[in-house]
C-alpha cells in the first residue's frame, strides 16, 4: 500500500524527516518497504526557468527553423527554436543548458548547448509535452503573465515535491489501509514516545454538510441484509464532468493511481483517505429509481465496468436498478451504470458488506480491485456516512453539484463493538515485563480502543468496529507491545533451555543428502504450490472422493491440494520450454494430499480423515548434456533416469535386490516404465510420460518421470546404516557370458540367480549388450552379461573361479532355460 507523506501531514502535524516517520511507522507494525521521493512533475522541472523571447528571425540556412534570443533573468542566450508558433514579446518556458527532461515513457535527456545547421543554440523553448504538464505538442507554450524572467518554473508552475511510502500492509491490518488509518497509528506512536505533545488525528471537517434539496427521488432496498449490513447513499444533481485540480491529481499521482475525471478521482480520494469503497452511479440510468441489493439467479449474464462478461453464481451480491444489475457489490461496475463524460446526475454509494461474500465472489470472477481488498478483510461499518458526506462536499466543491437527497441509510441491525476483559497479568505474562499501568491504558486510549471499566486487575475494553484483527486478549497485548516498542523489552540476562533428543531418522538430514547428491548431478529442485486445479484429477486413476478441496479457493486453478507432484513437474518443463530451455533435469521434494473415507486418528499433529504423504519426482527431458565440439548430442532415455534413482538409493544404501520389479504399460502417467515394490508397497516407479499427458501440457520432446516414496526410502534408510570397510587389497576378476534366452526374461531375474548362488565372491553382474534378430528367433534375445568376482582375504584362482562360474551356468539353464553361446 501507498501513502502520500504530504497527504498524511493533513491529518497529523509531524516535522519529522521521512526517514523518521518511515522507522516510527515499522516499529508499530507497518513496514515501510520503500520510500520514494516524487514530483507532480517528473524531475521536479529543476533548471526550467521563465523567460522572454526579445528577437525571433528565420534561419538562414531551414524554412522550419527561428533563431531567437531570449532573456532568462540571469543572462540572454540564443536558441533555435522549431515551434511554428514562436514570436518576438512572448514569455515562454525555457530548459537551460544542464536541465534534463523526461518523456512520458519515462527517459530523460539533458539539454546541452549545440550547433544547429550552423547556428548556436543554448537551451530550449519548451511544449507541454516536453515538460510534462500535458499532451499538447502543436507550439511552445507561451504564457500570459507577467513572472520575472528568470523565474523559476517550479514555482510557477507550483510542482510540488512528496515521498511515496509504501507499506507491506499484511493481511490483518486492514484498519490502516488509508491516510486516516496510518495517520491514528503515528498519532499513537508520537503520544507514547513524547507524552508531553498535545496531537490528534485532524480529520477533515464535514460539519457544513447538508441537502440543497430533497427533489431526488431514489428508493434503497436491502433484500440480502446478512450480505449488506449497512447501505448508504445520497444524490447529487447538476455536476460537471471535467478535469480535476492540480492538488487532487497530485495527490492521487503520489500514491500510483492515473486521473481519470473530477468524480472518479473523488471517490478514489475519499477511499485512500478513510480506506471507505464508495461507487458512483449515473443516476439517470437508474430503471424505476430504485437501488436493489440482492443475489441474482445462478446464470445471469453480466458486463463489467472493464467489458467483461461474467455469469454469476447465485451468491454473488448485486447492486441492481428495478430490472437488471448495475454493479458487482463491493468488487466492480457494470458497464451500463457508471459515471460517463454526458452524466449529470449522480447517486453515491457507501455501504458496509459482508467481507466473506465479497470474497468469494471476488476469487471466483477472478477480479482484484482496491475495493474487493478492503470488503473482504473487513471495512469499518461507522464509516459509510462520514466517507459519504466527505465525497458529497468534495463533489459539490469541485463538480459544482446540488445535493439532492437527504443522506438514506438502511442500516437494520448496527454492528456492535467487541468488548474484552482485559487482565494485566496476561501483558507481563506474555512480552515478559512489567509495562506501568498508566501508559498501557494511555496507549489503548491512543488506538481508540475505550477504557469501559477499571480495576487493579485489568480493564474492560470496548474496540471500534473497525479493528477486525482485535478480538481477544492476546491481540490487546499485541496492540500495546506495538506501540510500547518490541525493542523496548530486555532481553534477560539467562537463557533458559532444555535439551531435547532429536528424532531419528533425521529426515532432514537425508533430505538434503539427497538435494545435494541430485544437484551435484546436474539436476535443479524446484518447488511447485501444494494448491493445484481439479480439472488435473478428471481421469479414472483418481479417486473424486479422496481430494482434499480448498473451501475459499484463491481461483479455479487453486482449489485442490496436489496428489501427485507429476502436475507441477509438467508444467515447469513446459515453462521452461516455451523459453527456449528443453535440456531439463529438475527434481522435487513435496507431500501429496488425501481425503480418507474413514476419521480414525491419525496420530501426532495428523488431522483425522486425512492423510499426507512425502514424495519426491525426477524429471528428465532433452540432450543428456549440453552441445560440444568433443561429443556428439545424445538424448535422454528411461535408462538415464533409472541410473539417477539407483544411484541416489545406494547412496543411502537401498539395495534393490529383495524389491519386486513390475513392468508398466500405458499405466496412467506413463506409456511405459518400471515399478519397484517392498512387500506390495511403492518404492519409486519410472518410465517414459504418457502422450495424452505430453499432448495436454504442449510438450514437443519426450520427458521421463519418476515418483519416489520419499517416506518409504526414510524408513529404509534407518534400517540400514551405512558402513564403511577397508578396500579390498586383492583383484577382482570378470567373466562374460553370451545368454541365448526367452524374449520375457529380464535381466533382474539373471542378477538375482547369480547372487542366489553365490553371494560371498560375485560383487557385481552387469548387462552390457543386449541383441536381437529374426536369426536366434522372434522369441528370443542374447543378452551380454559380465560378473565380477573378488575375495576379502585372498587373490582367486583360476579353479575357484571356474568353479562358480560354472555353478551361475547351470543354475541360468536350469531356471531361465538359457543358452550358453
Not at 155 to 169: A, R, S, T
Not at 531 to 538: G, Q, R, V
Not at 712 to 729: D, G, W
Not at 748 to 760: G, M, T, Y
Request: with cysteine.
Amino acid at each position: 500500500m501507498k501513502v502520500s507523506l504530504n497527504w498524511l501531514k493533513e491529518y497529523v502535524s509531524v516535522d519529522e524527516t521521512p526517514g523518521k516517520i518511515s522507522q516510527w511507522l515499522t516499529d508499530c507494525g507497518l513496514e515501510v518497504e520503500g520510500l520514494e521521493k516524487t514530483e507532480s512533475v517528473r524531475g521536479g522541472l529543476k533548471g526550467v526557468v521563465i523567460g522572454e523571447v526579445l528577437t525571433c528571425e528565420k534561419h538562414p540556412d531551414a524554412d522550419k527553423l527561428s533563431l531567437t534570443t531570449v532573456d532568462i533573468g540571469s543572462e540572454t542566450v540564443p536558441i533555435v527554436c522549431g515551434a511554428p508558433n514562436v514570436a518576438k514579446g512572448q514569455k515562454v518556458v525555457v530548459a537551460t543548458e544542464g536541465a534534463t527532461l523526461y518523456s512520458p515513457d519515462g527517459d530523460g535527456f539533458k539539454i546541452k548547448k549545440v550547433k544547429i545547421r550552423g547556428q548556436h543554440s543554448t537551451g530550449m523553448i519548451c511544449a507541454e509535452d516536453e515538460l510534462g504538464l500535458g499532451d499538447n505538442h502543436d507550439g511552445i507554450m507561451v504564457l500570459d503573465t507577467s513572472a520575472k524572467n528568470g523565474t523559476p518554473a517550479a514555482d510557477f508552475f507550483k510542482v510540488e515535491e512528496d515521498y511515496c511510502i509504501e507499506i507491506g500492509l499484511t493481511p490483518n491490518r486492514i484498519d490502516a489501509a488509508s491516510h486516516l488509518g496510518v495517520a491514528r497509528d503515528l498519532v499513537a506512536v508520537i503520544k507514547h514516545l513524547q507524552p508531553q505533545k498535545s496531537i490528534e488525528v485532524q480529520k477533515p471537517d464535514i460539519s457544513n454538510f447538508k441537502a440543497d434539496s430533497k427533489e431526488a427521488v431514489i428508493r434503497i432496498i436491502v433484500e440480502d441484509a446478512e450480505a449488506c449490513p449497512r447501505y448508504s447513499g445520497l444524490c447529487i444533481s447538476d455536476v460537471s464532468i471535467t478535469e480535476s485540480p492540480s492538488w487532487l491529481k497530485n495527490r492521487l499521482k503520489t500514491i500510483g493511481l492515473k486521473p481519470v475525471n473530477n468524480l472518479v478521482d473523488i471517490t478514489n480520494f475519499v477511499l485512500h483517505e478513510t480506506g471507505q469503497p464508495l461507487h458512483a452511479f449515473d443516476a439517470d440510468k437508474i430503471t424505476g429509481h430504485k437501488v436493489v441489493i440482492k443475489k441474482p439467479v445462478k446464470g445471469t449474464r453480466f458486463v463489467t465496468l472493464d467489458e467483461e462478461e461474467v455469469e454469476l453464481t447465485g451468491n454473488d451480491l448485486m447492486i441492481c436498478n428495478e430490472e437488471t444489475p448495475m454493479c458487482i457489490a463491493g468488487v466492480l461496475g457494470g458497464i451500463d451504470s457508471g459515471v460517463t463524460d454526458e452524466t449529470r446526475n449522480v447517486f453515491l454509494e457507501s455501504a458496509y458488506f459482508d467481507a466473506t461474500t465479497i470474497r468469494k465472489t471476488s476469487k471466483h470472477h477472478a477480479i482484484n480491485t482496491d475495493a474487493s481488498f478492503r470488503f473482504e478483510r473487513g471495512a469499518d461499518p461507522e464509516m459509510t456516512i462520514y466517507a459519504l458526506k466527505r465525497a458529497a462536499l468534495l463533489i459539490k466543491e469541485i463538480a459544482g453539484g446540488r445535493i439532492t437527497s437527504e443522506v438514506m441509510d438502511a442500516y437494520p441491525q448496527p454492528v456492535k463493538p467487541n468488548q474484552i476483559d482485559f487482565k494485566y497479568e496476561s501483558a507481563d505474562r506474555l512480552i515478559g515485563k512489567v509495562i506501568e499501568r498508566s501508559v498501557i491504558k494511555r496507549i489503548l486510549e491512543s488506538l481508540e480502543i475505550k477504557v469501559l471499566k477499571e480495576s487493579d486487575e485489568g480493564l474492560l475494553l470496548v474496540v471500534p468496529p473497525y479493528r477486525v484483527d482485535v478480538t481477544r486478549q492476546a491481540d490487546i497485548v499485541e496492540e500495546i507491545l506495538r506501540i510500547y516498542g518490541y525493542n523496548q523489552v530486555e532481553l534477560p540476562d539467562r537463557l533458559h533451555s532444555s535439551i531435547v533428543e532429536s528424532p531419528k531418522p533425521d529426515k532432514e538430514r537425508i533430505q538434503n543428502l539427497a538435494s545435494d547428491l541430485l544437484s551435484a548431478r546436474g539436476f535443479a529442485e524446484t518447488m511447485n504450490n501444494s494448491l493445484t486445479k481439479a480439472s488435473y484429477f478428471d481421469r479414472k486413476m483418481f479417486d473424486a472422493g479422496s481430494l482434499v478441496h480448498i473451501l475459499n479457493p484463491l481461483s479455479q486453478d487453486l482449489n485442490v491440494m496436489r496428489q501427485t507432484l507429476f502436475f507441477g513437474g509438467l508444467e515447469t518443463i513446459a515453462w521452461n520450454q516455451n523459453r527456449k530451455i528443453h535440456d531439463l533435469k529438475i527434481y522435487e521434494f513435496g507431500n501429496v494430499y488425501f481425503k480418507e473415507a474413514t476419521k480414525e486418528e491419525g496420530g501426532k499433529d495428523k488431522l483425522p480423515g486425512y492423510r499426507e504423504q512425502q514424495m519426491l519426482a525426477v524429471f528428465m527431458t532433452g540432450n543428456l548434456r549440453p552441445e560440444s565440439w568433443y561429443a556428439p548430442l545424445q538424448g535422454t532415455t528411461l535408462f538415464d533416469l533409472k541410473s539417477e534413482i539407483v544411484h541416489l538409493l545406494k547412496r543411502l544404501n537401498i539395495q534393490l535386490a529383495d524389491c519386486q520389479v513390475k513392468e508398466l504399460s500405458d499405466d496412467g502417467f506413463l506409456s511405459a516404465g518400471l515399478r519397484y515394490s517392498l512387500d506390495n508397497t511403492m518404492l519409486f516407479e519410472l518410465g517414459e510420460v504418457h502422450p495424452d499427458f505430453m499432448k495436454e501440457f504442449d510438450l514437443k520432446q519426450e520427458v521421463f518421470f519418476a515418483s519416489v516414496n520419499w517416506e518409504l526410502v526414510i524408513q529404509l534408510t534407518n534400517q540400514k546404516p551405512i558402513a564403511y570397510i577397508e578396500i579390498v587389497r586383492f583383484p577382482e576378476v570378470r567373466r562374460d557370458l553370451a545368454l541365448l534366452v526367452e524374449k520375457n526374461v529380464r535381466f533382474s531375474q539373471i542378477e538375482s540367480l547369480a547372487f542366489d548362488v553365490e553371494r560371498k565372491l560375485l560383487k557385481s553382474v552387469r548387462l552390457f549388450d543386449v541383441y536381437q534378430d529374426r536369426k536366434i528367433g522372434d522369441d528370443k534375445k542374447s543378452y551380454a552379461v559380465s560378473f565380477m568376482l573378488q575375495s576379502n582375504k585372498k587373490t582367486l584362482t583360476d579353479k575357484e573361479i571356474d568353479k562358480v562360474m560354472d555353478k551361475i551356468s547351470r543354475t541360468l539353464q536350469k531356471e531361465l532355460k538359457a543358452v550358453i553361446r
